[in-house]
Structures are given as C-alpha cells and as structure tokens.
C-alpha cells in the first residue's frame, strides 16, 4: 500500500546544478501536483497536473519545471537550483474534489 | 486579505484536554473543507472531509463548517501525546476545480 513515493529523500545542491524530483503514485489518481513548504509561508502550490497529458502553474511556478510522464508519475526538474529554492518538496495525488494523499517529502538544499 | 487565516501556535495543552483549531476564509466559493494532519518531517494526511455546513464526527475528532461565518473548526476531545502534530485546515472550490487552498497550519503540543 505505497500511496505516493518520492525519490529522493535528501538531496544537497550546489548553486547552478540541475536535479529531478521523482513522483510515483499507485492510486490511479488522475491528478498530482507539487508543492513546497517553508516555515511562516504555509504549502504552496508549484505546478499541478489535472490529467495525464496536461500541466498548469500554480503559485509559485520560477525556476521549476514538470513532465506528466504517464499516469502514475510526475517529475519536478529544477533546471539552475537557487538558494531560494532551498525547502521541502511534497508531491500530492488526488481524484477530482477528494482529498490529497501527499508523499513523504525531499528535503533540498541548495548552498 | 488572505484567503485562508489559520492561527499559527504553538499551542500547548495537557493530556486529556478538548482542543479547538479554527480557521476563517474569505472567498464564499469555498465547498469543502479538509483538515491535515501532519506530524514532524512527514507528509501531510487527511484527517476529516466535510462538503457541508454543520458537524461531522470521527473518534475523537468533529470537523465544524459555518459557511455562513467562513469558518471551520477542529475539535479533539481526551487529546492525547500522540496527537501532537501540525495542523493544517484546506479548502476546495467544488466540481471542477482541483486546487486546494491550505492555511499555514497550527502547531499543537499534548502534554502528558
């Protein structure tokens, strides 16, 4: 009963390099999204894929990019990492109006 | 105005006691309403769902709705330690939308 998995759990980079966050979900949820959560500013939305195939903005979408690859997984790729970017990253499946099932987590940080 | 307030804490109480979290929004297209629980470096879980205005009740946990306040509340009776965690109220627009709208989230602490 995995739910979401992401990989890695910790990851330290260095100013400039490039790196992917892997999201794997086995709930046949047809959305999944990626968040980050900093201390004081709360869970805030990155990118979101409704549906296999299509991608939106959310909140706080610099910086980042994402690939629905199929159904079951979404990536987040951080092209040219900032120490802004430094946070943890949490990826989130869901069905249409239900609740999310979050993962676990990345811990990333960028010095 | 943000659209989600929720009291950041700490709060602190003793075992046994009845907890109240809150949190108010201003955006009336809100139609559902969650409560996260999320303990220390761990993914956030959902605890209670709620698609109306009134009480919905689990164990020792009741999730209020007054839409027409804008306002929700999380009650957890004969708290315990292991509910020491962050708590995180969400907020949905309804059919056909597939953002949440999170608070910050509250920190509670039973003491035992």
């Known amino acids: 009963n995995a739910g979401v998995t992401q990989t890695p759990k910790f990851q330290v980079l260095k100013t400039g390099q490039s790196m992917t966050l892997q999201c794997a979900q086995d709930m046949n949820h047809n959305s999944m999204y990626w968040y980050r959560q900093d201390p004081g500013m709360g869970l805030r939305l990155i990118y979101y894929?409704?549906?296999?195939?299509?991608?939106d903005k959310g909140e706080v979408p610099n910086g980042y990019n994402v690939s629905r690859l199929n159904k079951r997984e979404f990536s987040l790729r951080l092209e040219s990492a900032a120490p802004s970017q430094t946070s943890v990253y949490f990826c989130?499946?869901?069905?249409?109006?239900?609740?999310?099932?979050f993962g676990s987590g990345t811990r990333l940080t960028v010095v | 105005q943000k659209e989600v307030e929720q009291d950041p804490g700490p709060l602190s109480v003793p075992e046994g006691a009845i907890v109240s979290l809150n949190c108010t929004y201003s955006n009336s297209a809100f139609q559902y309403f969650m409560w996260y629980r999320q303990y220390s470096r761990k993914g956030p879980e959902l605890l209670m769902y709620?698609?109306?205005?009134g009480n919905k009740e689990d164990g020792r946990f009741t999730a209020q709705v007054d839409k027409s306040s804008k306002y929700i509340s999380l009650f957890i009776r004969d708290s315990q330690p292991s509910d020491s965690a962050t708590y995180l109220c969400?907020?949905?627009?309804?059919?056909?939308?597939?953002?949440?709208?999170f608070g910050k989230g509250t920190k509670l602490s039973v003491i035992p």
């Open positions: 989130a499946s869901s069905e249409l109006g239900s609740g999310y099932t």
């Open positions: 969400a907020m949905g627009r309804g059919a056909g939308s597939y953002q949440l709208t």
């Open positions: 894929s409704a549906s296999e195939g299509t991608t």
């Open positions: 709620t698609y109306s205005s």
